[in-house]
């Protein structure tokens, strides 16, 4: 498999673990998250696509490949160009140092998968 089905696949993944924990019994807690990250989310001094980059670069530096994935696709979904994406993660690298930069393939890999996503 390639690196690039590897960033669809960990999108994919995520997505089903959070249907599944909703349906169990930490569904009530996963809601207040989903609320709360709604929340946060929403545009206001920030913009959700900048706040997307912001989550890019906190994916990087902890090199969550999920993360990146999940966030990489959002601010591509919110109109962040590739470049933006980028550059954000870059910003990672300034503050975690190498390996935040070990995890700039990953970056560029969930850049290629989502590109052509519409959501």
């Known amino acids: 498999m390639n690196h690039v089905q590897a960033m669809r696949e960990a999108t994919d993944e995520l997505a089903a673990t959070l249907e599944a924990l909703s349906k169990s019994d930490a569904g009530p807690t996963l809601s207040a998250w989903r609320r709360f990250t709604a929340a946060a989310h929403a545009d206001g001094a920030l913009s959700r696509k900048h706040k997307e980059l912001i ?9 969550c490949e999920s993360c990146i994935s999940y966030h990489v696709k959002a601010a591509l979904a919110h109109g962040a160009s590739s470049a933006e994406i980028v550059e954000a993660a ?15 393939g990953l970056v560029l890999d969930a850049i290629e998968a989502h590109k052509g996503d519409s959501h």
């Open 90 to 104: 870059f910003v990672a690298v300034i503050m975690d140092g190498g390996p935040a930069l070990a995890h700039m």
């Open 55 to 63: 989550a890019v670069a906190a994916s990087v530096v902890k090199g």
